[in-house]
């Protein structure tokens, strides 16, 4: 098995309060809305003090998945929220165990820097590729992107 990690930081126009809360609290009904073409439906499986479990479900368009099951824990003090991928993606396939924390900083134009960490062991001796990195790059610039367009068109949603 290989540990591995890499990071992910980019700005955004939209305030760390409402990016927060639009992901972390409401992300199960918004992506599905955001992005039609890779979300079928996510639903909140469980709701309990250790975390909420989620489960998304994929188009076609996802080729490496069909769901992905995760629990989610957030810290709204700090604007940290922590997704640890329990089903379904590359779990049990590629991957032992995915985890990805993200941090909301605020920045001086009312925006806001999202930091995003992602952690993951294998299950066999190899490191994840350059193409498999890249690819969980961009689903997680494009859910971001998508969910920032929709609370900039939409100015008074998650306020």
Do not use: W
Not at 62 to 80: G, P, T, W, Y
Not at 122 to 139: F, I, R, W
């Amino acid at each position: 098995m290989v540990a591995g990690c890499f990071t992910i930081e980019r700005t955004s126009t939209v305030s760390m309060e409402r990016l927060c809360k639009a992901v972390a609290l409401d992300g199960h009904n918004l992506l599905p809305k955001v992005l039609p073409e890779y979300y079928v439906s996510g639903e909140i499986v469980e709701n309990s003090g250790a975390g909420t479990i989620r489960k998304f479900k994929f188009t076609p368009a996802v080729k490496a998945a069909s769901f992905i099951k995760d629990r989610v824990e957030v810290d709204q003090e700090n604007h940290l929220v922590k997704y640890v991928i329990i089903d379904g993606g590359l779990i049990g396939k590629r991957l032992k165990s995915h985890v990805l924390e993200v941090k909301y900083e605020a920045s001086d134009n009312g925006g806001c820097v999202v930091k995003t960490k992602i952690e993951y062991e294998t299950l066999d001796d190899k490191p994840l590729s350059e193409e498999e990195v890249a690819k969980m790059n961009e689903g997680v610039v494009q859910s971001t992107k998508a969910v920032e367009g929709y609370l900039l068109a939409n100015p008074t949603a998650y306020a």
